[in-house]
């Protein structure tokens, strides 16, 4: 089943702007305005990684470029159709050792907007400049 790039919400904005937040550049969500929620899917993938997911609750996933590290993404009260953001947090897991999910709370910020469409410059704008 392929997916419409339209409507693809893309991570275009990660903070900080350099290191491992920027492996979540391109990883996208596509909106399901039927139970208004969001499937997550990694850049260049058209299987998600997870689905179902819920503005103002977080999510862990793991990408395929790095099978040892766990991320959490939270999203945003304040998302839309078009535009989605949040916290993120990164960690990096051993062997035997896992930190308890409560543990780890996002602190880093995201943002993801939906391409071609009219205003998305202004969204993204002022997301910006309010992260």
């Not at 790039?5 to 991570?11: F, R």
């Not at 969500?29 to 969001?38: G, K, L, S, V």
């Not at 977080?58 to 395929?64: C, G, P, Q, S």
């Not at 949040?86 to 050792?97: E, H, Y």
Request: some cysteine; glycine content about 8%; overall charge negative.
């Amino acid at each position: 089943m392929s997916q419409d790039p339209d409507n693809h919400i893309t991570i275009d904005f990660v903070e900080p702007q350099e290191g491992v937040g920027e492996d979540l550049m391109g990883c996208y969500f596509i909106y399901n305005p039927r139970d208004d929620t969001y499937s997550f899917f990694q850049q260049g993938s058209e299987k998600p990684l997870t689905t179902g997911l819920q503005k103002g609750k977080h999510f862990d996933f793991t990408l395929n470029l790095d099978k040892h590290r766990e991320w959490r993404l939270h999203i945003s009260k304040k998302s839309t159709p078009t535009m989605v953001k949040g916290k993120w947090k990164d960690w990096k897991k051993q062997s035997d050792k896992y930190l308890p999910s409560d543990e780890w709370e996002p602190e880093q910020s995201y943002q993801a907007t939906a391409g071609g469409g009219a205003g998305a410059d202004d969204e993204t704008n002022a997301a910006t400049a309010a992260a």
